[in-house]
């Protein structure tokens, strides 16, 4: 099992940055590819971005490319979403996600297998 404890949500004023974290406990997190998802009120849950288990490979949602940067500290089982020039639709609930196996990519929902509760991103405009 994999434990994973999001923090760092708030609300902001369009334009302005966040910085999510996520704190893992319980498994070997430097072995497995992290991600962040969100969903927005009456919407599905969808990727945002994720990160490989060595930190040197990454992914992006078109929708925050250029202005969203996820990074991991593996000596800290710590996962980051650093959010700039954020937009009003970037409200959402920001999730972090552990996948399914060591080493296996993450790109859909079904891809994760360990998920955390939540962290709640609010912007204003």
């Known amino acids: 099992q994999m434990q994973l404890v999001e923090s760092g949500g708030g609300l902001v004023q369009a334009g302005g940055s966040l910085r999510l974290s996520c704190a893992a406990s319980?498994?070997?997190?430097?072995?497995?590819?992290m991600g962040w998802f969100r969903q927005a009120p009456g919407k599905e849950r969808e990727f945002v971005a994720s990160?490989?288990?060595?930190?040197?490979?990454?992914s992006y949602a078109d929708s925050v490319k250029g202005r969203f940067t996820v990074s991991r500290d593996n000596a800290k089982n710590t996962l980051y979403l650093q959010m700039n020039i954020l937009k009003p639709e970037d409200t959402a609930v920001y999730y972090c996600?552990?996948?399914?196996?060591?080493?296996?990519?993450?790109?859909?929902?079904?891809?994760?297998?360990?998920w955390g509760k939540g962290t709640l991103v609010t912007i204003s405009s």
């Open positions: 990160i490989s288990w060595g930190g040197g490979s990454t």
């Open positions: 319980g498994r070997t997190f430097n072995t497995y590819t």
């Open positions: 996600a552990g996948g399914r196996a060591s080493y296996s990519p993450i790109y859909y929902q079904n891809d994760v297998r360990y």
